[in-house]
């Protein structure tokens, strides 16, 4: 089976920009749990979201944006939230909490 080098590559680039973005996505959500008041951890989840659910998004893929965010705040409120909970030490935690307020 022929496959055309260009179409394969302009997978390939498709692929790693919604890839780039989900590791984006996942680091500004722990940023932002760790540090509340992370403005550039907001910043970067406003930008994926708006990404996420852009036409632009839709062109390069066939999954649906609303669902892979889904899809990842699930991952991160059943995986990484309660890791990161087991690693933040006492000292951190009390300041965390603080700065929620």
Partial sequence: MY????????EELANAIIIKAAKDYRLAMKQLW???RNSSARHTIIECERFFKSPYFNMLTAIDGYWLMKKLKEE???KTR???EKCIS??????????VR
């Fill in 3 to 10: 496959v055309d080098p260009m179409l394969f590559a302009a």
């Fill in 90 to 99: 006492p000292m951190i935690k009390h300041f965390r909490d603080l700065s």
């Fill in 76 to 78: 991160f409120d059943t």
């Fill in 82 to 84: 309660k890791e990161l």
């Fill in 34 to 36: 760790l540090c509340p």
